[in-house]
C-alpha cells in the first residue's frame, strides 16, 4: 500500500478537520496517522496527515484542497523524503561526526551533500565518509565576500537545508532572509541564557547545576530563532569550566541530531517564533 | 463558550475521523483539539475530542454517533469532571499526603471521599484534611472477610476510582474483577523489575544505577496491569538501601500524582494491558 | 556507636586532608565518609565529614583543629541537627504544601516553626498542621514598616533558616543582608533567564521546550545568590501559558524540598556566589 | 607540575585516609582530587586520588605504600593513561560509529586497536576510520572453535579492556574468565528486565512508558555482571517496537560511551558484583 503524506497550514476555521478527512475518504484514502494543532495566538490551524491508499493524481487533490481551505493555505503533498543537506563547521567535530556516522547508514533523513568551514580542520575527517569538503576561509575578506562565496557555493548544490553544526560565524540578515526557514543552529546553552562569547565559562561562573543545548531554526534575531529541540544535563561543582564544555558537547550533539531528525521528516512547523512539532 | 469532551472507543474504519468531525461540525460544535490513536494490533480506534459550543441534546449527539460508527461502540459524552476518589493506605504516608494537598487545593482533577487504612497510623494526618479515615484491619480475618470488609465500605462510598497509595495488601481476583479499571496502584519499581518483596533491597544488592517507579491499573496480573506513568531518577553506589527507599518515594509520589491527573482529566485509554494516553 | 558530623572550611594547604585525619584517629574517631572540595578560584578548602566514636570533648577537639588548620578556619562540629525553619508565602500553596506535609512525618531534616503571609489565603491550611500562621500584610506600609514587622516576627521566633515558598515581595538589601546565607528561594525558572514578571509567559512566548526551576540561597543580586538545585522539565507546543505554570509548580516543589533537604543536612557549602554540595 | 594519579583497594581499617594522606604529604605530592569509599558489606575500602607533584621513585612509594596499608592491598600509581581496545561487533553501526569518531578525535580516553565482527557488514565503515577490522565468522565452527579464533587474536593485540558493541554471541565462561572484569558489555535494557531475544519487542508487548540501556562489565551470570552507566529515556503509545529500537539505540550509544569513559579514565572499582565510581 502507497503511504502519503500531507502538510497543511491555513487560518483556523471550523469543521477543517472534516472537511479535510472527508476530502481524503472520497480519494480513497486512509488516514493512519493525523496531528493537527492550531495556533490560538495566531489564529492558525496546522496538520500532518500520513495516509495509505493510491495517490494517481496529486495535482487534483491539490487543487480540491485549494477549494475547500481558506485562501492562501499552503498545501504540501508528499514531501521530497530525502533531504539534501548542507553542513557548515568550524573546527568542532562533535555534531559533524554524529550527522556524517548517520548519513552512512541512511538514518539521518536525509543526505549530506557537502561539508564548508571556514578553516580546514575537519577536511581530513569529512574526506573518510567520501563527502565534499570545502574550505571557504574569512581570512582577510569583508563579511559580504565570505558570505557571498558561501552563497555561491551553496546555490551550486541547492540544499533543502543548511546546518550550522558549530559554525561559529554570524551570518549577516542577508544571508539568513535568502534562506528563510531552512538555516538550523545548534546553540551552546538553553535559550535565553548566557547569550555570547564562552557560555560555558560563564555558566562555569554562575556555578549553574544543569546545562543544556538548544537546536532553532535561525532567523535575523541572533540566537533566538524558533526553537526544535532543547535538552538538559546536570552539572555539579566538581564540573571544571572544561568539564561543563565537555558535558555540554554530549547534548549539543544529541539535541541537533534529533532535531534533524525531526525537521528531516517534516515533523516541524514553524509559526511565528516558535515551533509546533507532531513527534 | 460552553466546552465538551467526547471519548470514543471503536473499531477501526476508514473515514471516521471524516464522519465524526462532521457530525461535530453539523451540530454547530468547534473542535478545539483533537487527539485520535490506531491500535493496529486490536484494530481499535480510540479519539478524545474537545470542543466547544452549546450541546443541548446530549442524548441526541450519542444516538447520532452511535448510528454513524461501527457496533459496540463505546461513546461518552462529557464524562463527569469531578471524579469521586477513595484512597486506601497501609502506613506510609507520602503518597496520601501529595493527593491529600492537592484535593484540599482543587487539582487533584478529583476528590476524595474517603481514605481506608489496613493501619490506623495514618488517621491523624488523614484527619486534618476533613476527610473520613476508615480503619479496616486485616488482623484475625481471612482475607476475604478482609475484602468483604472493604468492599461494602467502598459500595457505600461508590467512589470512580479507588488509588492504592502504598496499600500493601494483594488484592484478590475477586476483588479486582469487581471494580474493572477502576484501581490505580503505585508500584515501587518499573515493570517488570524486582517483582516482590522488597524491592530497594534487591536493586542495592544488583548495584543499580537507575530506580524509578510505575503507576498501573490492577488487573489479576499482580504488579502487571496497563501502565500509566513511569519515571526514574538516577542512584550510585553510595546509596545505602536506605537512601534508594527514600529516593524511590519521591519517584513514586510524583508518578502516582501524574497518573491520577491524566486518568481523572480522562485521557488514558485501556487497550488489551496497555494505555494510550492523549496528553 | 556515636555519630559525629565535622564541617570545615579554610585557606586550602598541602597535606590538609593528612592532618585532619590524623587527629581523627588520635581521638579514637572513625571517619565513615568523608567528602571534601578545594575551590581553586579561591585556594579554599572545603570539607564534611563523618565520624563514628565517643566524642567527649568538643571543645577540645575544636581547638585542636584551630591550632593545626589555618588562621580564620570556620570549624562545626555536631551542628544543630534539627534546623529551625520559618516559612514566608504569598497565596501559592504547592510549596508549603510539600514542605508542611514532610514536617508533619519528619522528613524535612528541620522542623517549621512558624508560616508568615503577606496574604492570609494560606491560614486555613497552615492551620490544619496545627504550625502557627502569621499575617504580615504590605498594605498601606512602606516596604521599610512591611520587613520591620516581619523582622520583629522573624527575631522572636529566631529560625536558623528562612524559606521564601513562593514569596513574592522582593527584599531590601538590608533585609536580606540581616540573614546572611540563611534565606533560601524558589526562583520560577533556571537562573539566568526569563528573569522579572511572569517568567511562564515569557517562557510560552518564546516557545521553549524545557522549562526548569532553581532554588537558591538569596543575596542581594536579585535571584542571583548560589544556586542550590536546579531541575528542568520538558514542554512543548501544546502547552498553554498555564500548563506550564502547572508544570513548572511541579518542578519548583520538588526542587524546593530536594534543597532544604540538602541544606538541613549541612551538604551544602558557599564560596563566594556558588555552592558546594556533598550530596 | 606533573600529575600522578594513585588507585587503592584494601581491606577497610581506621585511619586509612590518615596514613595515606600522610604518606603522600611526606612524598611532596599535594592531592588535588581525593575519593575514598568504604563498602561496608565487604569491609573494603576504595580510593582514587589525584596528586601534583615529581614522583621520581613510583616503586619506592609503591614499597611503602604495601608496608603501611593493611595486607593484600591492590595499589596502583599512574595506571596506564590511553588504554588499548579491542571492539568486537556484529551488524550494528549506532555505538561503533561513536566509539570510532571519539576515537578519530582522541577524546575515547584510550586508542581502538582493532575491530572484529562475526559478520563483516561493518568492515567498510571501520576501513573509513584506518583501523584494522577482522571477520571472525562463526559460520560453520564449534563455538570453542569461534571462540579460540577470537582469543588468538585478541591476544595477538593484547587490549587492555574488550568493548561488546552490539556483539550478539554470548560468550563461554571459559572465554570471560579469560578476560576477566576487561569486557565490557551494553545491554539494551535496564537490568533485570526483559531478559532475553527481541527486548524492544517485549517492552512494546507490555506497553512500557519508559526504556533504557545499561553498560556493564561481563561476567559468567549471562547479562549480570556490575552495572556501569545505566539511563533510560520515555516512550509512548504512539512508538511501535520499531521505535522503541531506534530510541533504545540512541540510549545505548550514550551510555556505553559514557561508561568507556568512566572505565578508561580509571574511575570505576569493581566490589563483588557492583561497581564504585569516582565521577
Given at each position: 500500500?502507497?503511504?502519503?503524506?500531507?502538510?497543511?497550514?491555513?487560518?483556523?476555521?471550523?469543521?477543517?478537520?472534516?472537511?479535510?478527512?472527508?476530502?481524503?475518504?472520497?480519494?480513497?484514502?486512509?488516514?493512519?496517522?493525523?496531528?493537527?494543532?492550531?495556533?490560538?495566538?495566531?489564529?492558525?490551524?496546522?496538520?500532518?496527515?500520513?495516509?495509505?491508499?493510491?495517490?494517481?493524481?496529486?495535482?487534483?487533490?491539490?487543487?480540491?484542497?485549494?477549494?475547500?481551505?481558506?485562501?492562501?493555505?499552503?498545501?504540501?503533498?508528499?514531501?521530497?523524503?530525502?533531504?539534501?543537506?548542507?553542513?557548515?563547521?568550524?573546527?568542532?567535530?562533535?555534531?559533524?561526526?554524529?550527522?556524517?556516522?548517520?548519513?552512512?547508514?541512511?538514518?539521518?533523513g536525509?543526505?549530506?551533500?557537502?561539508?564548508?568551514?571556514?578553516?580546514?580542520?575537519?577536511?581530513?575527517?569529512?574526506?573518510?565518509?567520501?563527502?565534499?569538503?570545502?574550505?571557504?576561509?574569512?581570512?582577510?575578506?569583508?563579511?559580504?565576500?565570505?558570505?557571498?562565496?558561501?552563497?555561491?557555493?551553496?546555490?551550486?548544490?541547492?540544499?533543502?537545508?543548511?546546518?550550522?553544526?558549530?559554525?561559529?560565524?554570524?551570518?549577516?540578515?542577508?544571508?539568513?532572509?535568502?534562506?528563510?526557514?531552512?538555516?538550523?543552529?545548534?546553540?551552546?546553552?538553553?535559550?535565553?541564557?548566557?547569550?555570547?562569547?564562552?557560555?560555558?565559562?560563564?555558566?562555569?561562573?554562575?556555578?549553574?547545576?544543569?546545562?543544556?543545548?538548544?537546536?532553532?531554526?535561525?532567523?535575523?534575531?541572533?540566537?533566538?530563532?524558533?526553537?526544535?529541540?532543547?535538552?538538559?544535563?546536570?552539572?555539579?561543582?566538581?564540573?571544571?569550566?572544561?568539564?561543563?564544555?565537555?558535558?555540554?558537547?554530549?547534548?549539543?550533539?544529541?539535541?541537533?541530531?534529533k532535531?534533524l531528525q525531526l525537521?528531516f521528516q517534516?515533523?516541524?512547523?514553524?509559526?511565528?517564533?516558535?515551533?509546533?512539532?507532531?513527534?
Amino acid at each position: 500500500m502507497n503511504e502519503n503524506l500531507i502538510l497543511i497550514e491555513c487560518k483556523d476555521n471550523v469543521g477543517l478537520v472534516a472537511i479535510i478527512s472527508e476530502l481524503m475518504a472520497k480519494h480513497n484514502l486512509n488516514i493512519t496517522a493525523m496531528r493537527e494543532f492550531v495556533d490560538q495566538d495566531k489564529n492558525t490551524f496546522f496538520a500532518r496527515i500520513e495516509c495509505a491508499g493510491l495517490l494517481d493524481d496529486e495535482t487534483g487533490l491539490q487543487l480540491e484542497l485549494q477549494k475547500i481551505l481558506p485562501l492562501e493555505s499552503k498545501i504540501t503533498i508528499n514531501p521530497k523524503k530525502e533531504k539534501k543537506v548542507a553542513v557548515l563547521v568550524t573546527k568542532e567535530y562533535h555534531c559533524l561526526g554524529d550527522i556524517l556516522v548517520r548519513d552512512t547508514f541512511k538514518t539521518l533523513g536525509g543526505h549530506v551533500c557537502m561539508v564548508a568551514g571556514n578553516y580546514d580542520v575537519l577536511k581530513p575527517f569529512t574526506d573518510r565518509f567520501g563527502i565534499p569538503f570545502h574550505h571557504v576561509s574569512h581570512d582577510n575578506k569583508s563579511k559580504q565576500q565570505f558570505e557571498q562565496e558561501l552563497i555561491q557555493l551553496l546555490e551550486d548544490y541547492n540544499p533543502d537545508y543548511i546546518v550550522l553544526a558549530k559554525f561559529m560565524r554570524i551570518l549577516s540578515p542577508e544571508f539568513v532572509a535568502r534562506f528563510e526557514h531552512k538555516i538550523i543552529n545548534i546553540h551552546h546553552s538553553f535559550l535565553p541564557a548566557f547569550i555570547g562569547a564562552n557560555p560555558y565559562r560563564q555558566a562555569y561562573d554562575r556555578g549553574v547545576k544543569v546545562i543544556g543545548a538548544t537546536a532553532h531554526f535561525v532567523t535575523n534575531d541572533l540566537d533566538e530563532g524558533p526553537i526544535i529541540v532543547q535538552q538538559t544535563t546536570p552539572v555539579n561543582h566538581t564540573f571544571k569550566a572544561s568539564d561543563m564544555v565537555k558535558a555540554g558537547k554530549e547534548v549539543e550533539k544529541s539535541v541537533l541530531s534529533k532535531a534533524l531528525q525531526l525537521v528531516f521528516q517534516d515533523r516541524v512547523f514553524i509559526t511565528g517564533n516558535k515551533t509546533i512539532i507532531f513527534e
